[in-house]
């Protein structure tokens, strides 16, 4: 999908809750990190996607989910806002493509306006993981 139809969703569909998505994955790595502090910092990430992987009340399938993440959780290297980005795309972008067609033929997005959405949840992940790391 391309970076306009990307930014494009987030423009159509703020009311799907961003930022309520950032903040609790930020929350659920907190747990995760004071239960089990002594645990691997690949761990705890890929327990935090396992955790949205087997969120009940998914958009989709549990398959298409891990087909989503499958990547990042074999990636050794990722980081918590790595970690973040692909949940926030997958559940605010790509799992509602179907919706974007439908919506597209009702707005008229500038794709400047678009690329400043995308870009502004963007930083709010990075500010969001940078105050983290600042009061650990």
Known sequence: ??????????????????????????????????????????DILNSLIMSRINTPLSPSTKHEERLHYDSILQN??????????????????????????????????QPAEIEQEYQKWKKYIMECVEKLRENS
């Open 1 to 42: 999908m391309s970076l306009f139809l990307k930014g494009l969703l987030l423009k159509i569909f703020p009311s799907f809750g961003p930022k309520r998505l950032i903040d609790t994955q930020i929350s659920v790595y907190k747990r995760l990190k004071k239960k089990f502090p002594y645990a691997a910092e690949n």
């Open 76 to 109: 050794t290297n990722k980081k918590l806002e790595d970690v973040i980005w692909a949940m926030f795309e997958y559940e605010n972008i790509l799992s509602r493509e179907a919706e974007l067609n439908l919506q597209l033929q009702k707005i008229n997005a």
